[in-house]
T-cell receptor, first 116, second 115 residues
Framework: AQTVTQSQPEMSVQEAETVTLSCTYD???????LFWYKQPPSRQMILVIR??????QNATENRFSVNFQKAAKSFSLKISDSQLGDAAMYFC?????????????FGTGTLLAVQP | DAGVIQSPRHEVTEMGQEVTLRCKPI?????LFWYRQTMMRGLELLIY????????DSGMPEDRFSAKMPNASFSTLKIQPSEPRDSAVYFC?????????????FGPGTRLTVL
């Protein structure tokens, strides 16, 4: 079974600095998709960034980028120029490809605090 | 678009009572998902529907839980009878089509407390 591990329950970063959140996953599949979701105190789950496993190029969305290391099964999220609004719980998620399933498997989350 | 709508936002009930959570997905979305979030277990997928048909309910914890989708614009998750360990935030999400990269849009969640 596929699993997603986020080994950092909490992280802290100074405003305007850069922070990296870790995520590893375990799968025997070669076709899959990876996501980072943000959950602020409002509880709303918001998609931050997504990556197809077959793409070698790391995805980027403005201040958010990923470091996707397929061989190491690692999918870390880098937040540059951190802002107070980035404070939230961040979840890494995995979905098998090939249309076989629509299940998102989530990690346990990393709570990010942004210090002014 | 109003996004995924869930009601109620908060529900407090007593053990043994029936609880019904409601969800209206985004219009045109083919898939609907029910998740449960707890501190102990994180985010778990309970069940999902495709075109109103339940596809995978392997995450439903036990027979006390049931979910229906009578039409494309409405789904319910029912717990009968409720127990204190059912206390959690329940999310509904929907997404369009078969593109595996398409985003799942989450509702604001229903915080359920069973006393």
């Amino acid at each position: 079974a596929q699993t997603v591990t986020q080994s950092q329950p909490e992280m802290s970063v100074q405003e305007a600095e850069t922070v990296t959140l870790s995520c590893t996953y375990d799968t025997s599949e070669s076709d899959y998709y990876l996501f980072w979701y943000k959950q602020p105190p409002s509880r709303q789950m918001i998609l931050v960034i997504r990556q197809e496993a077959y793409k070698q190029q790391n995805a980027t969305e403005n201040r958010f980028s990923v470091n996707f290391q397929k061989a190491a099964k690692s999918f870390s999220l880098k937040i540059s120029d951190s802002q107070l609004g980035d404070a939230a719980m961040y979840f890494c998620a995995y979905r098998r490809g090939g249309g076989a399933t629509n299940k998102l498997i989530f990690g346990t989350g990393t709570l990010l605090a942004v210090q002014p | 678009d109003a996004g995924v709508i869930q009601s109620p936002r908060h529900e407090v009930t007593e053990m043994g009572q029936e609880v019904t959570l409601r969800c209206k997905p985004i219009s045109g979305h083919d898939y609907l998902f029910w998740y449960r979030q707890t501190m102990m277990r994180g985010l778990e997928l309970l069940i999902y529907f495709n075109n109103n048909v339940p596809i995978d309910d392997s995450g439903m914890p036990e027979d006390r839980f049931s979910a229906k989708m009578p039409n494309a614009s409405f789904s319910t998750l029912k717990i009968q009878p409720s127990e204190p360990r059912d206390s959690a935030v329940y999310f509904c999400a929907s997404r369009p089509g078969t593109d595996p990269l398409s985003e799942q849009f989450f509702g604001p969640g229903t915080r359920l407390t069973v006393l």
